[in-house]
Every structure is written in structure tokens, then in C-alpha cells.
């Protein structure tokens, strides 16, 4: 058995970042919104607007304002309908508030509620675009909207999907408004918040990696490889040994990457993911 710290020399982590800002990558602009309807008479919100990683704009819990978190964001977002969405926000979230309260009337729902909602679109490399629009309550999705067939498709064999299924359905203005701004809006958003924030946006900051080392028992050796700072989201990392490439084995079981925090990942500086080795004789170690 050698002595661990010699074992860590041994394993050092060897960072891989892949292209960074790949054009081949699909990007996706999403709202999420979360709303909490304690009673009748209550209703919280929470918005917030990502392009792949990045945070564009959110809703100030408050006064229902929307701010943005970069100049060109909003720059960008003067170019098109999204200005024109920013000005009825207020008008909007109101006409829901009220909308789910009377649903939950007419469906006889207990209070509290949740009601998460999650919209936007894909812009994938060759040009095209996906809308998407997904609602779900109390955690379990409720119903969805197909952009192309204009249609909503309930998600559950539930009564409240049906219930909602119909009052959306019987309002057209609603069909035909977000057909529109799911199909056209939201990719010309995306090719403006690209054309204005491009330095942001492919902005690159190399991976951080440090090493924690700790002996579970005399004979195993467990190693922690953290990455953190990277930006963006795509990496790959190996363990090397000896200068050579331990590719993941009988000897070395590797787990999957698990993801960056969606704040860790932009913020830099904050945590990242893990890699772990446990050495249970010193040529064999896997993965916790
Ligand atoms: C409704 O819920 C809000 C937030 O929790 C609370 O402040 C308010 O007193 C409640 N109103 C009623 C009528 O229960
Ligand atoms: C909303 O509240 C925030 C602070 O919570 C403030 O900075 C902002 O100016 C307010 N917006 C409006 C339109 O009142
Ligand atoms: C564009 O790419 C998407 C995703 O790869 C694919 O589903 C779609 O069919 C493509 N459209 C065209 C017109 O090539
Ligand atoms: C790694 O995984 C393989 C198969 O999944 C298993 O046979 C092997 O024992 C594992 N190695 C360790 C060191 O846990």
C-alpha cells in the first residue's frame, strides 16, 4: 500500500473543455414561472428567463416589474415583440391570477396552490425553431401546447387537464397568440439576444480543478476532483495516471457528470461538479 498522497500525484485530473460556444448546439430560451396561491386572495410569483445557461431577464416578485440582467438584453429585446410583451406583462399575470383562481372555484381545487409553467423555444443549428409550453400544478405536469397543431393536449388523465383543456381551447386570441410568439417571437429573440450579447454569451472561463484526498480505510484511498469557474456548460474530464489516460474500467468506474448549478454555472467561481475515485487497493478504484 502506498501512502496516499503519493496516490494522489498518481491520479491527477486532466480537463478537457470541449468547443467552447459549439454553433452545432441547439440553444433554448425558457421562462420559468412559479406561482403560489395561498388562498383566494394570494397569489406569489416567481419568473425568470434563461438562454441555455444565462440568465436574461426576470420578474421582481414585488411589484411585478421585469428587469433585466444585461444592457443588451434589454437592447435586445426592443427589437421585437418581446418590448411589446414586457409593457402587458402586468396585464397578463393579472388575467392568469384570476384565471386560475376561478378554475380552481369551478374545479372545487383546495388551496394552496402551485402552478409552474414553463415556455419558450429551440433554436436548433440548421435554422429551424420548436416552441414549447408546458403547465403543470401542485408539481405534476397538467397539460401542454402544440405549437404546430395548435393544439393543448392534457398531460394527465385528470379532470383539471380537461377542465383546462377546454376554457384554453374555446380562446382563440390566446391559440393565435402563441402561435406566434412561440414560432416567430421567440427565435427572432434569440438571434437578437445573440447579434447584442455575444461577449457575454461566448464568453469563456477555463475550468478550476482541485483535489481532496482522504483515506476511508487503510487500504482504500478516495479521491474528489471538484471543477468549478467554467464557462460554458459542456466539459469532460479524465483521471490520468502516470501522464497516461485511465479510461473508465474494471479499474476506474467514472459516474456521469452531473450538471452544473444553473447559478454555478455563470456565476464562476461557484461549484461545479464532482469526480470521485475510491481506491480500494492501490491499482483498483471507482466511483461514489
Ligand atoms: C391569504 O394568504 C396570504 C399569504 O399567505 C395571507 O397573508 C392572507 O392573510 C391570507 N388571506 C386569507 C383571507 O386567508
Ligand atoms: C420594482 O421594485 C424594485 C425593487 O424591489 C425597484 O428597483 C424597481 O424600480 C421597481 N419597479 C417599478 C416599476 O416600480
Ligand atoms: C432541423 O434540425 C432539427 C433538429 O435536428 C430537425 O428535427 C429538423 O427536421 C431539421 N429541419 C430541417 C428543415 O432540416
Ligand atoms: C466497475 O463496474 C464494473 C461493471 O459495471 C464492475 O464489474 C467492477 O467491479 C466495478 N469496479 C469497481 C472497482 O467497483
Excluded at 409550453?133 to 401546447?145: T, Y
Excluded at 383539471?160 to 377546454?166: F, G, P, Q, S, T
Excluded at 397568440?177 to 455575444?198: A, D, M, P, Q
Amino acid at each position: 500500500m502506498q501512502p496516499p498522497h503519493l496516490l494522489l500525484f498518481l491520479f491527477l485530473p486532466f480537463i478537457l473543455p470541449e468547443m467552447w460556444a459549439d454553433p452545432e448546439e441547439p440553444q433554448v430560451l425558457q421562462i420559468l414561472q412559479t406561482s403560489f396561491f395561498a388562498n383566494i386572495s394570494s397569489a406569489e410569483m416567481s419568473c425568470v428567463a434563461f438562454l441555455g445557461d444565462v440568465p436574461i431577464f426576470a420578474l421582481d416578485p414585488d411589484n411585478w416589474s421585469i428587469y433585466f440582467h444585461w444592457p443588451w438584453a434589454s437592447q435586445a429585446a426592443a427589437e421585437g415583440d418581446v418590448e411589446n410583451i414586457k409593457s402587458h406583462s402586468k396585464l397578463f399575470l393579472r388575467n392568469m391570477v384570476r384565471y386560475v383562481h376561478k378554475t380552481a372555484q369551478q374545479a372545487q381545487l383546495d388551496y394552496p396552490l402551485v402552478v409552474q409553467i414553463r415556455v419558450g423555444c429551440v433554436l436548433h443549428p440548421n435554422g429551424t425553431s420548436w416552441g414549447f409550453l408546458n403547465i403543470g400544478e401542485g408539481g405534476e405536469d397538467l397539460i401542454s401546447f402544440e405549437v404546430e397543431r395548435q393544439r393543448w393536449e392534457p398531460q394527465k388523465p385528470f379532470p383539471l387537464a380537461e377542465l383546462v383543456r377546454k376554457s384554453l381551447t374555446s380562446n382563440r386570441a390566446i391559440t393565435g397568440l402563441l402561435e406566434h410568439l412561440l414560432s416567430i417571437s421567440c427565435r427572432s429573440y434569440i438571434l437578437t439576444l445573440r447579434k447584442y450579447g455575444r461577449t457575454d454569451l461566448e464568453r469563456q472561463e477555463p475550468p478550476v480543478a482541485t483535489v481532496f484526498v482522504c483515506t476511508p480505510s487503510p487500504a482504500q484511498l478516495l479521491l474528489v476532483c471538484r471543477v468549478t469557474g467554467f464557462y460554458p456548460r459542456p466539459i469532460s474530464v479524465a483521471w490520468l495516471r502516470d501522464g497516461q489516460e485511465v479510461p473508465p474500467g474494471p479499474a476506474l468506474n467514472t459516474s456521469a457528470i452531473p450538471p452544473n448549478a444553473l447559478s454555478g454555472a455563470f456565476g464562476g467561481g461557484s461549484t461545479g461538479w464532482f469526480c470521485v475515485g475510491i481506491s480500494s487497493t492501490p491499482d483498483s478504484y471507482s466511483h461514489a
